[in-house]
């Protein structure tokens, strides 16, 4: 009978345990763990084995039980070095893994991080910290940070976190990280398929909608599943299309939310403005006829008017749906608009797309360049929509930009109360409008900057050295 490490550790009472910094180190080879049972069992032990201060297994599990095996007695050194430096220094810097391999290493360092910042959140008694409002984000820093640290990347710590959670037999076989990672994806792509489990009654004239926590409702089916036309407040596109709903960004004046809260739409929006996923309307792009149109915006479609399709918490297999639908129909322009475009570099491109970001003040502007450049320029339009722009803006960098989007802050009414129109200052508009035509870079100003409520503040200036 072959022990394993578990099996050996009762006999060493100096071990509280292993450290997950010690699991995470790729397993030698058959061969070389032969090698290294034989040169312990003719010379000994000759480098101590490592603990943590407090006596978890933290560097020489092969040679422990090589020991063990030998009837060697094995000699215990601790530290109180950061367990996971000393693991990748000593195992991880000397080896020459593959990229799986250490991404296989990254995510467990990234995974025990989560875990300790858990920790020492439930130790502050309830206060509020930054991580605890975006978990998400600080996430993504700590995965970049780590894979800088052991040679590979965040993307790639991303993907074998794929492959952990939909293809772990691929975790150690002899695939490469790409191999590996597509297998995940097809897996995930199948699982997605499935139906779900425990479904609602079918009906005639209902279907069902799902939230990404999984909660699944039934809603009026529509005799077609079509685009809508759009009204005044879309007026660079004729068509919306929503087949998710829902956001969790919290803008106090969002028009989404006023009508995923009205009376007038509770049948359809049971869930109210939580994000859902209408999977039956994947088929209106190709059940709506494309007008024959001189006029440009007749082909273009706003995709999900009503959500943020791109938000954190939107599950990757809705996008992934979303993108098929377009691709199956490649004769409409769409149109994509996030807060949060990190997420469009992480995704493969549709070239017949706008992809946007909203910028609505100041503090947005360094972040959505940065994002924004990211994505290849010439393969689709990339744009900026400030609307509603909330004070005044100054870019760094615009000449990325292919049209930058203006407008102003309607009222409406939120289910904690009514939201005042809000109209940008003449001079702020004006001033943007001239950063774009130093850059060359097209703007559009919406008619609510002019022609309709709220209009521009514009300015009511008295000459100079007048006196009232």
């Given at each position: 009978?072959?022990?394993?490490?578990?099996?050996?550790?009762?006999?060493?009472?100096?071990?509280?345990?292993?450290h997950p910094a010690c699991l995470a180190v790729p397993e030698i080879s058959d061969d070389d763990r032969e090698k290294l049972e034989q040169d312990i069992a003719s010379k000994g032990l000759l480098e101590d084995i490592l603990l943590t201060a407090s006596g978890e297994l933290l560097d020489g599990?092969?040679?422990?039980m090589a020991c063990y095996r030998a009837n060697v007695e094995p000699r215990f050194t601790k530290t109180s070095s950061d367990p996971?430096?000393?693991?990748?220094?000593?195992?991880?810097?000397?080896?020459h893994l593959s990229t799986k391999q250490l991404a296989v290493f990254g995510l467990a360092w990234v995974e025990h991080e989560k875990q300790e910042a858990k920790k020492r959140q439930s130790e502050l008694n309830g206060k509020t910290l930054l991580v605890e409002m975006f978990p998400q984000a600080d996430t993504g820093k700590s995965r970049d940070k780590v894979g800088e640290r052991v040679g590979t990347s965040g993307r790639s710590i991303d993907k074998i976190a794929a492959v952990a959670e939909h293809a772990p037999d691929k975790l150690k076989d002899d695939s490469t990280l790409e191999e590996a990672y597509k297998e995940a994806q097809k897996v995930k792509k199948q699982k997605a398929a499935l139906p779900i489990e425990n479904p609602l009654p079918p009906s005639e004239n209902l279907v069902p909608i799902i939230t990404a926590k999984g909660k699944e409702s039934l809603i009026p089916m529509p005799k077609k599943v079509v685009f809508n036309q759009t009204n005044d407040s879309v007026d660079w596109a004729s068509w919306t299309w929503n087949p998710v709903t829902g956001c969790e960004h919290g803008c106090k004046f969002c028009y989404a939310r006023e009508i995923a809260h009205s009376e007038r739409m509770a049948d359809y929006y049971p869930n109210k403005f939580e994000p859902t996923y209408h999977g039956y309307r994947l088929a209106a792009p190709r059940n709506t006829s494309k007008p024959e149109s001189s006029d440009p915006r007749d082909g273009r479609v706003f995709v999900c008017s009503?959500?943020?399709l791109f938000g954190k918490w939107v599950p990757d297999a809705?996008?992934?749906?979303?993108?098929?639908a377009c691709l199956k129909s490649p004769h409409w322009e769409y149109l994509f608009l996030t807060k949060w475009p990190a997420r469009?570099?992480?995704?493969?491109?549709?070239?017949?797309?706008?992809?946007?970001?909203?910028?609505i003040q100041q503090s947005d502007v360094k972040r959505v360049e940065a994002d924004m450049q990211k994505i290849a320029s010439g393969k689709v339009i990339r744009w900026?929509?400030?609307?509603?722009?909330?004070?005044?803006?100054?870019?760094?960098?615009?000449?990325?930009?292919d049209l930058v989007v203006i407008g102003s802050q309607t009222s409406t009414n939120q289910p904690d109360g009514r939201v005042e129109e809000f109209a940008p200052e003449f001079d702020w508009v004006f001033d943007v409008v001239a950063q774009c035509k130093q850059a060359g870079v097209?703007?559009?100003?919406?008619?609510?900057?002019?022609?309709s409520r709220p209009g521009m503040k514009l300015p009511k200036g008295l000459p100079r050295g007048y006196a009232k």
């Open positions: 009978m072959i022990e394993t490490l578990n099996d050996i550790l009762v006999h060493y009472p100096e071990i509280s345990g292993v599990r092969n040679r422990l996971w430096d000393v693991a990748f220094s000593r195992n991880i810097a000397r080896r009503m959500a943020d809705w996008i992934e749906s979303v993108f098929d469009y570099s992480r995704m493969p491109l549709i070239e017949n797309a706008w992809y946007g970001a909203s910028v900026i929509s400030l609307e509603p722009m909330l004070e005044p803006i100054r870019f760094d960098d615009i000449g990325w930009c097209p703007y559009y100003l919406k008619e609510n900057l002019g022609l």
